[in-house]
Nanobody
Framework: QVQLVESGGGLVQPGGSLRLSCTAS????????MRWFRQAPGKQRELVAP?????ERFTISRDNAKNTVYLQMNSLTPDDTAVYYC????????????WGQGTQVTVSS
């Protein structure tokens, strides 16, 4: 079993930045496949990172020694308001799909 715990959410003004963290514990083989999703009220959950886009505002990074992935979010807008989740998808070594509990990000003035 793997546990995922997100942190770093909160209230930020439009144009601001925020960095989320997700730490994996338990039987973690690799954090390389980890991803970030978000879900806004009334909308479907969507993948936000890693995604290859021009001038991407959201970037993912990893600290393998800490089993932690980060989501750096820049130039935030109110449309970025959502609950953000980290996810460790099924892999060749673990068929389970793991999700964190989510962390709320609110972009508002």
């Amino acid at each position: 079993q793997v546990q995922l715990v997100e942190s770093g959410g909160g209230l930020v003004q439009p144009g601001g930045s925020l960095r989320l963290s997700c730490t994996a514990s338990g039987r973690v083989f690799s954090i390389v496949p980890m991803r970030w999703f978000r879900q806004a009220p009334g909308k479907q959950r969507e993948l936000v990172a890693p995604i290859i886009r021009v001038k991407e505002r959201f970037t993912i990074s990893r600290d393998n020694a800490k089993n932690t992935v980060y989501l750096q979010m820049n130039s935030l807008t109110p449309d970025d308001t959502a609950v953000y989740y980290c996810n460790l998808p099924p892999t060749a070594w673990d068929s389970s799909d793991y999700w964190g509990q989510g962390t709320q990000v609110t972009v508002s003035s």
